[in-house]
């Protein structure tokens, strides 16, 4: 079984600071890390693999410095990497990303056929859900995403069987391999390495592919390929003004009763509703 | 499924939200579509809220609002259709085929696309649900064009005409604008509850068009073989709260969210929390706020020891009346929040509990 997995190296978004003067983002010293969300997807990739054999192989686009990603990625049982990275690659919006990823998995798919993909279900850093339904797509995969449990895999008859989160419940579908997978948060824990995967991930050569080795179309990547444009980043204004305090002698009773007389002078449709 | 180009290479890219010319071609599309997530009759209510937002982006390009209905026949559709103008929609297009009747990526993607490249909308909104982000994450692909997920804002621009969406990046920490310009359908995702539910208007016409699109069940690879329903529905409880009771790490310890919920209960309201303390398994995570948790928009939202993060606040500051209670005065809650009471939660907690059940008590005898 060859299944692929995308993750993404984020900023760790807890600690980004924003300049006060310049209002731009201070990326100094942000520690980087792996999309939280890919976790869960190459957790359940491994233990795929554990369960069938084969191998598990981690991609990413991202600059030279994603690496560190990838061996972490590796240090916890990942076979082998690939770092698709190119400053033709710079400004990909999610159609370009997805464009550039699956040209890398196609070429994958040529060395190995390729059975599953795994993406995030999405980034801390962008959000936006769309990498994964974006390389489906492409690759003409089945796309399962908000996969709570896959059920069970046949390799013979090709079938997957998941539990997958939809509103209000949960579907089970069946389909067919090749899919494309994003796992729901939570579906499972990332394992500890082991020490030959920690010592094998410092050793094994990364695959460095860039756009002349699997790119066909040049204009489908960067800016060039990205339909949509970055207008304006700007920091969320703050409220014109800051909160009324509410002031009382006598402690937190007397606290409570000054706010419960705000709300009902300030808000006497809202009394009703609290008074029921 | 067919993978068709809806747009031929831009002549002129302009960057940023400069002024600049759409080919003859693109003009053609017009219009801003919503589509109406319905699963088994029941309609999502974000569609609502975006068919009111809709409404106002159309209304400054002067053009019509379209709702798109997908789903097996049946009797709930013409319903849907009514509620669908009411709420905003000039034409509905409803879509029906047996092998719509339970959402699967396969079928909705591939009629969705049919559909856009028939009809030519100039902007197309879907909810930022589980369903609306898998669609959409599709057809963006099979249309090739743009996409913004999890919009938290929507306006047109005036230089150029085109839907300039607003969202949150780099965690909250900032906002950006993004804009589609030389590729239409322009797309966008917006989460629940972050638009205001647009007045219901029960005399408002419109049109309805129907489209059969003849769908042969054995190209779709995948198979529905049951839904489970959840048995408990707290999640919808929470983000259609009319009142909210919110605990942030200041409470210390998981035995004092009881007096959380002590006031929730006294006040018929849903309870609400930062990331902290479902992650320490204080509360269900279902019940986070936030970011990474639920949107909401209640009437009244009392959040006790909780900083209020950036992560926190977006997922609340579109309630009607925030109190803040923090025993810190300079928490950032205090930058957003309406009111502020600076004390110690684990006090004033149980002193609103107390002092709102004796005005109901007072309440129903005067009744
Ligand atoms: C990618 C990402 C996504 C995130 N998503 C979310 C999200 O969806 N929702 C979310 O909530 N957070 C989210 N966070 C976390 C967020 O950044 C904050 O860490 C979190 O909101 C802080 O929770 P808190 O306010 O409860 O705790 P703290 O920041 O620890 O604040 C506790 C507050 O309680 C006050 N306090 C202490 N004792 C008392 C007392 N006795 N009485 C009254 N006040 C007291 C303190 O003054 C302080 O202001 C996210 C973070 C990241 C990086």
């Known amino acids: ?276 | 499924m067919s993978q068709a180009p809806a747009n031929p290479p831009p002549a002129k890219k302009a960057a940023g939200g400069r002024k600049f010319e759409l080919s003859e071609e693109l003009k053609a599309y017009k219009g801003v579509w919503v589509i109406v997530e319905q699963e088994r009759g029941k309609v999502h209510t974000v569609s609502y809220e975006l068919l009111g937002e809709a409404r106002k982006l159309a209304d400054k390009l002067g053009v019509e609002v379209g709702a798109v209905i997908l789903g097996a026949p049946g009797p709930f559709i013409n319903e849907i259709s009514g509620e669908a103008i009411a709420y905003g929609a000039d034409v509905v297009y409803t879509v029906l085929d047996a092998a719509l009747a339970e959402y699967r990526t396969e079928p909705y993607s591939k009629v969705m696309t049919d559909v856009v490249n028939t009809f030519k909308p100039e902007i197309v909104l879907l909810g930022a649900s589980t369903l609306g982000r898998d669609l959409a994450g599709a057809i963006a692909t099979t249309l090739l064009t743009g996409l913004t997920a999890d919009c938290t804002e929507l306006d047109i621009s005036p230089e150029n005409r085109s839907l300039a969406a607003t969202r949150p990046t780099f965690g909250g920490t900032l906002l950006c604008t993004i804009q589609t310009l030389a590729y239409r359908p322009q797309m966008a995702t917006i989460r629940p509850r972050v638009m205001q539910m647009p007045e219901r208007d029960g005399t408002r016409t419109g049109r309805v068009v129907e489209v059969t699109p003849n769908l042969a069940e054995d190209i779709f690879v995948t198979k529905v073989l049951d839904f489970i329903p959840d048995s408990d529905q707290e999640e919808a409880q929470l983000a259609f709260a009319d009142i909210i009771v919110s605990g942030g790490k200041g409470l210390q310890k998981a035995e004092n969210f009881k007096l959380v919920w002590d006031l929730a209960e006294v006040l018929g309201a849903e309870v609400g929390a930062s990331r902290p303390c479902t992650q320490a398994g204080w509360v269900t995570s279902d019940r986070q706020v936030g970011q990474t948790g639920k949107t909401v928009r209640p009437k009244l939202y009392i959040a006790a020891g909780i900083s209020g993060a950036i992560q926190h606040r977006v997922g609340c500051e579109n309630s009607d009346v925030i109190l803040a209670i923090n025993s810190d005065p300079n928490a950032p809650i205090f930058d957003f929040a309406h009111h502020g009471i600076v004390g110690d939660a684990l006090q004033i907690l149980p002193a609103l509990t107390e002092q709102f059940r004796q005005r109901r008590l007072v309440n129903r005898k005067a009744s």
């Open chain 1, 1 to 276: 079984m060859h299944i692929v997995v995308c993750i993404k190296q984020v900023p760790d978004s807890a600690q980004i600071r924003i300049h006060p003067v310049t209002n731009t983002i201070m990326r100094q010293g942000v520690p980087a890390i792996i999309n939280p969300y890919d976790l869960f997807s190459l957790e359940e990739a491994l233990r795929l693999k554990d369960r069938f054999g084969g191998r598990v192989t981690v991609l990413t686009m991202g600059p030279p410095m994603a690496e560190a990603s990838l061996r972490k990625a590796m240090s916890f049982g990942a076979t082998d990497a690939v770092l698709l990275t190119d400053r033709k690659f710079a400004g990909s919006d999610t159609l370009a990303t997805s464009y550039a990823l699956t040209s890398a998995i196609r070429k994958l798919h040529e060395e190995e056929p390729v059975d599953l993909v795994f993406c995030g279900k999405q980034t801390i850093d962008g959000d936006t859900a769309q990498v994964g339904p974006g390389i489906a797509t492409r690759m003409n995969m089945q796309q399962l995403t908000y996969v709570a449990k896959i059920e069970d895999v046949n390799l013979d008859s090709r079938e997957i069987t998941v539990q997958r989160r939809s509103e209000g419940g949960v579907q089970v579908l069946k389909s067919r391999l090749p899919a494309m997978i994003t796992m729901l948060e939570g579906s499972n824990s990332m394992r500890f390495g082991t020490m030959d995967d920690m010592f094998r991930a410092a050793r094994t050569p990364l695959k460095l592919w860039n756009k002349d080795t699997c790119v066909d179309d040049e204009a489908k990547v960067g800016l060039k390929g990205s339909p949509t444009v970055v207008s304006k980043v700007f920091v969320p204004k703050p409220r014109a003004e800051k909160a009324k305090m509410i002031e009382a002698e006598g402690g937190a009773s007397a606290q409570a009763a000054a706010a419960i007389d705000m709300l009902f002078t300030t808000y006497p449709k809202l009394a009703n509703d609290l008074v029921r």
